[in-house]
């Protein structure tokens, strides 16, 4: 456990005392059944995010977004999940040398490398259709500087400051390394529909000052990263002039890569490519959930059911290798 003057959310635990340095990515200020304010609190640091509540503050210095606090409390369970209570709580002065900087998660990677990484990628499609929509989609993504620190998600997966781009290069690589046991397969198709799958998340979260998400935008909440994904796809295709079927193929890819109906894609994958697109999303998604939950464990210990892996139970085993699969 870090130094009891200086806990991070790594170290909360259930009826145990913490204090330490947290930043505030959320906050509200709430009513209770009896009419009480309290605050409604989203507390992050390098290490992760915890929900907390502060039922006793004083009125007029509530916290805003991007406020750092001192927070002396305990970690309790709320219908199964761990939460921060804060008993007490100071806000940062700069005699303590404290930056918003030095508390955002990040991806264990340099933006500026995954980027790089994937524009070589699609620098060697020998498809000329599919090589310059992506590249279109890549410039448009990146003309204010945003897919650089994106996070893939307002919180159930590589809710980051570069997780869109780690995703999405995790993926990739993973795709690269199926290429080599899967033959047949439609090389420039599958890496496009990879690159291009979560791409218009841009227009989809509204991002606060931190970088991260607060919130859903307009177009996020009318039409979804999906739809905005094939409207883009279209708009890029026709610019490039590319060829009308391989535009479309690489749209079934974004519009089927949630799998079902019932998960947000209006098709299910009708090509391999699509299908290995939608089970390497999933698969992506859910190891990091598993992984970002078993950082919360003791060996030995489960964590309350994890609604984001259909109310899973998940299992730190115990052992020297215990936590050989935990991502740093």
């Excluded at 939950?293 to 259909?310: A, I």
């Amino acid at each position: 456990m870090a130094d009891i003057e200086s806990q991070t959310t790594e170290d909360l635990r259930a009826g145990l005392p913490f204090r330490g340095w947290l930043l505030v990515k959320e906050a509200t200020v709430r009513q209770t059944a009896n009419g009480k304010s309290f605050l409604d609190l989203r507390l992050v640091d390098s290490y992760g995010t915890i929900p907390a509540k502060a039922w006793e503050y004083e009125k007029g210095l509530e916290p805003s977004v991007g406020t750092i606090l001192w927070i002396e409390g305990s970690g309790n369970l709320y219908n199964g999940h761990l939460q921060l209570r804060v008993d007490r709580f100071r806000f940062a002065t700069s005699a303590d040398g404290k930056s918003p900087a030095d508390f955002m998660p990040h991806a264990p990677e340099t933006p500026e490398t995954m980027l790089e990484e994937i524009r070589e990628t699609v620098a060697h499609f020998s498809d000329p259709s599919l090589r310059n929509i992506l590249a279109k989609l890549l410039e448009w993504a990146n003309a204010d500087g945003r897919l650089l620190t994106a996070p893939a998600a307002r919180t159930l997966h590589h809710a980051e400051l570069g997780g869109l781009l780690y995703h999405t290069i995790t993926i990739l690589r993973a795709a690269k390394a199926l290429m080599t046991v899967y033959r047949g397969l439609d090389r420039d198709l599958l890496y496009a529909g990879i690159i291009a799958h979560d791409l218009a998340k841009l227009d989809e979260m509204r991002t606060n000052e931190l970088g991260l998400v607060d919130d859903y935008s307009v177009d996020g909440n009318l039409i979804g990263h999906i739809v905005r994904g094939i409207v883009n796809i279209e708009r890029a295709a026709g610019e490039v002039g590319a060829n009308r079927e391989r535009a479309t193929l690489l749209q079934h890819l974004v519009l089927s890569h949630h799998g079902k109906p019932e998960f947000g894609s209006p098709v299910r994958p009708a090509v391999p490519e699509a299908l290995i697109l939608s089970a390497l999303d999933c698969l992506d998604a859910h190891l990091y959930q598993i992984n970002s939950t078993l950082k919360t464990l003791q060996p030995g210990q489960f964590s309350p059911p994890v609604w984001g892996l259909e109310n899973t139970k998940v299992y730190r085993p115990v052992g020297e290798n215990a936590d050989a699969a935990i991502r740093p």
